[in-house]
């Protein structure tokens, strides 16, 4: 079919040149000329391209250097190592990464809708492409655990929630879902080809059984949901359990401002985890009811950018909220890090290097 629409425009000549161009112009585009199977090539208005362009680039870089900030604090300040905060750090190292890595391929699939890379290389991609954003869920049902712990159990805290067991809880859940991911592909038949005909050359995705469809469902959304809302209901209820206790112990016009600071607080805390919880579930629950019940590429294309946009919304979620978040920016943004035993500073107080 490609091959006689070639030959027919190379018969065109003198005052059909200007037919030729038009009709060559108006011809389908393919990936790869050359190949019979090649995937149809996605023709873009200039002005939409660059738009989508821009777009991908600003929510890339936004991504790369918020998770970077949060990186470099944790990472460098000594006061910052806690086993909290090695959660959040890994956090910010797979949003990252879903910034440096898969953002920039899941662009050129959506902008170009063209691999160029081979079969090895885009297995290998998707991989990471499902591994890190699950890695990042798996960090947010850590973070929920380490905060009931620490308020509705802060006694077995200290001994429970080590340094060693958080790290180790850390790469169990990488080591779980790259298992998982990969299964996934092996049981599809991504890597046997005799079961890819429906797939043509430059494609670079792999179609999910029903079954693997709900399986992933649970295990990467159900699951992690129930979880985080139910860890943080007991934690909303021990934290108005313990208000109630106090304010009922106090007396006296100091004790009533005691018992406001206190109020304040939880609803502080409460705000917060609302936060947090409603971000989780705007931005996964739409990624995922559609792609059970909605065909819709465009629609699927949509909801997955907002699942990657979420990565730069967890750095404001977990790190702003914090205090010593926009000390430790203003410190890395006026290099003074590289200052001698900036590391040892104390971040939770006024003091300056």
Avoid at 64 to 73: D, E, K
């Amino acid at each position: 079919m490609k091959g006689q629409k070639g030959e027919q425009n190379k018969l065109l000549t003198g005052g059909d040149s200007l037919m030729a161009y038009e009709t060559e112009h108006q011809e389908t585009q393919y990936c790869f000329p050359d190949i019979n199977s090649s995937c149809v090539k996605e023709k873009h208005f200039s002005h939409g391209y660059n738009i989508l362009y821009i777009f991908v680039s600003l929510l890339s870089v936004w991504t790369v250097i918020l998770n970077l900030l949060v990186i470099i604090s944790i990472s460098h300040f000594k006061k910052l190592h806690t086993p909290t905060n090695m959660i959040i750090l890994s956090l910010a190292v797979t949003d990252l990464l879903i910034g440096l890595i898969v953002m920039p391929v899941e662009a050129v699939k959506l902008i170009d809708k063209c691999w160029y890379f081979g079969d090895t290389f885009c297995g290998l991609t998707l991989i990471l492409i499902w591994v890190i954003p699950s890695a990042s869920l798996s960090n947010l049902v850590l973070i929920a655990v380490d905060r009931y712990m620490a308020v509705c159990h802060p006694l077995l805290y200290p001994q429970k929630i080590t340094m060693a067991n958080t790290l180790m809880s850390i790469c169990l859940s990488w080591v779980y879902y790259s298992a998982y991911n990969t299964a996934l592909l092996f049981d599809n038949g991504y890597f046997d080809t005799s079961h890819r005909t429906d797939v043509c050359y430059g494609d670079c995705s792999v179609m999910m059984s029903f079954s693997w469809r709900v399986t992933d469902l649970f295990m990467c959304f159900i699951f992690p949901c129930v979880m985080i809302i139910t860890l943080y209901l007991r934690i909303f209820y021990a934290v108005h359990q313990q208000v109630k206790v106090i304010n009922s112990l106090m007396k006296g016009g100091k004790c009533v401002l005691k018992g406001s600071v206190k109020r304040k607080s939880e609803s502080k805390a409460a705000l917060t985890l609302g936060i947090i919880v409603t971000v989780y579930l705007l931005c996964w629950i739409p990624y995922y009811i559609c792609t059970l019940t909605v065909n819709s590429s465009t629609v699927i294309s949509v909801l997955t950018w907002i699942v990657y946009a979420n990565s730069g919304l967890n750095p404001l979620v977990y790190a702003l909220f914090y205090p010593w978040f926009k000390k430790t920016v203003k410190l890395i943004l006026t290099l003074k890090i590289f200052h001698l035993a900036s590391s040892l500073v104390n971040i939770f107080t006024h003091h300056e290097l």
